[in-house]
């Protein structure tokens, strides 16, 4: 139980992580490829279709300079099946005890509160996801968060868009943000993937420098 070394380096590697909810299969690769070049070198694939296991696999594949990981991931054999289709690390909304003991990737485990914050302080976990982080308080509380728990450093993902994703970037416990914004199901659907170059890229170049 502790987070993983290659999680903080994850985390810094751009300011947005983008939470992408994948419908279809061949919405896949083309989704990937165009937030790669928009700049977006670290992709969340959620766990809650059909085809997710499938699209991380695909995207893996097409892709081996990107870092591909699973989200959504609620128990230790979601986390081995992500590791089996080629995910190189595990975002959970939540953490329990099963899922902290987990070994198959490193995890960003969800917090919401002081006390889970300090549950996962104990565990050796100082890389959090923040969640749902503006229904949980978003700025003001990851900033009084930051004080008494300032080992804790943050993704804050649930709420986070391109209006307010500086507000959180600006705190000092918060190394990149989650977000689906960069990656819209209007424009997945109707393939519109240089809009969602562009919204990377824009992300990228907005958010980039703290």
């Known amino acids: 139980m502790s987070t993983h070394p290659d999680v903080p380096k994850f985390m810094t590697m751009g300011p947005v992580l983008p939470v992408m909810v994948i419908p279809s299969l061949d919405q896949a690769v083309p989704l990937a490829e165009a937030l790669i070049k928009g700049g977006i070198k670290v992709l969340e694939i959620t766990l809650r279709t059909d085809c997710a296991l499938a699209s991380i696999e695909a995207i893996a594949k097409a892709f081996p300079e990107a870092v591909v990981g699973a989200g959504t ?56 996801k923040f969640f749902p982080a503006v229904p949980a308080g978003g700025v003001p509380a990851l900033k009084g968060i930051g004080g008494p728990l300032a080992a804790a450093k943050f993704c804050p993902t649930g709420g986070v868009d391109v209006k307010n994703a500086a507000d959180f970037l600006a705190l000092p416990n918060v190394l990149c943000v989650g977000g689906s914004w960069v990656a819209p199901a209007s424009a997945m659907n109707e393939g519109r993937w240089d809009e969602i170059t562009k919204l990377a890229a824009e992300a990228v170049a907005t958010f980039g420098k703290k």
Do not use: I
């Not at 128990?75 to 289709?85: E, G, I, Q, R, V």
């Not at 003991?101 to 890389?127: C, D, I, K, N, Y």
């Open 73 to 128: 991931v609620l128990s230790p054999d979601d986390a081995k099946a992500a590791a089996d289709h080629g995910a190189r690390f595990a975002v959970s909304p939540g953490l329990t005890e099963k899922l902290a003991g987990q070994t198959s990737l490193p995890l960003l485990p969800g917090v919401a509160t002081s006390s889970e914050v300090m549950r996962a302080l104990e565990w050796g976990f100082t890389h959090l």
